[in-house]
């Protein structure tokens, strides 16, 4: 009996050696291959010391991040032209809404169906275009809340906070502090290049935080 009990124990023991064998040869494998890649990664964007924040976007070393659909603004183009309703574009992850006023001034409204979370500016922020020589405008919204990106339930309340730190522009590969201000880029729309039209040929475009994330989009409604 105690040869036979000897003789499992060893079988038992035989096996969770090789287990054990196999586990610290993948760790070593992994730390090996980690130390090989460290230089071939680089950081758009970095710190915000007034935010205490270190939002930038890794990306490995020799590529780009996502930058998804970026043409400029179709030709005699003027900022009044973003005058309006802005909504979802087509199949777009978005739940929220941008009215922009000709005063300059602009209404934010959120409503998600899922959370049952809402929310409505109760007063007009202030909303400005940056005109960049790619032909791709910044449309800057003042105060505005990042809700339709992150895990909060709540846009009233931590809007403020998603909104804060290191948002990138994929079109220009830069980061952009976004602590007070956050923007949408202004691209133009080639309907033969991309699924479905939007009036006037463009689109808002959000940033992002990540180089694998897709990013929603507005268009302007008639």
Known sequence: MSTTYGEVNWFYGSDSMIKIITVIVTILGAVILTSCNLSRYMVYGGLDPTDDSFRGVVVKDGTEPKSGYCLPVPEGLDELDLVGKWVPYISSSVNTTLILHEDGTYRQLYDNPITGDSYESSYKHRWWVEKLESGIWRVHLAGMKMCDHGLYSDCERYGDEARRGMWFDPCHKEGVNT??????????????????????????KYPIQDPDTTTGSFQLQE
């Open 179 to 204: 602590r007070e201000n956050f923007f949408l880029l202004v691209i133009g729309l080639d309907p033969e290049k991309i699924f479905g039209e939007a009036p006037k040929d463009i689109l808002l």
